[in-house]
Nanobody, 125 residues
Framework: VQLQASGGGLVQAGGSLRLSCAVSGRTISFYGMGWFRQAPGKEREFVTGISRSGSTNYADSVKGRFTISRDNAKNTVYLQMNSLNPEDTAVYYC????????????????????WGKGTQVTVSS
């Protein structure tokens, strides 16, 4: 299973970006999917996740600004990011978790089965 994240870039504060995570090798319907991010000098942190059934969870820092979605037919997960601020600057990673609970939303780096390589998001002030 391979995950390929794309859509990162440089944006001004207040702007928007849409990240995509294309999955190959197996249908994403078997996985809870998540987005994590890692800023320089910091640990990788949870951003948002979506269960196999479509339940979602967000870090407090992004609630109301970010939206995760999944398109099982396209085997792709998306992260719509609005009202970006410089604190959102990080490398963003998509992740897949094979927990069998269809309502399970991956929130931790532990238990993640597959990681994408990451895409850089830089927000200028």
């Amino acid at each position: 299973v391979q995950l390929q994240a794309s859509g990162g870039g440089l944006v001004q504060a207040g702007g928007s970006l849409r990240l995509s995570c294309a999955v190959s090798g197996r249908t994403i319907s078997f996985y809870g999917m998540g987005w994590f991010r890692q800023a320089p000098g910091k640990e990788r942190e949870f951003v948002t996740g979506i269960s196999r059934s479509g339940s979602t969870n967000y870090a407090d820092s992004v609630k109301g600004r970010f939206t995760i979605s999944r398109d099982n037919a396209k085997n792709t997960v998306y992260l719509q990011m609005n009202s970006l601020n410089p604190e959102d600057t990080a490398v963003y990673y998509c992740a897949a978790d094979s927990n069998r609970d269809t309502d399970y939303v991956p929130r931790s780096t532990y238990g993640i089965d597959y990681w994408g390589k990451g895409t850089q998001v830089t927000v200028s002030s």
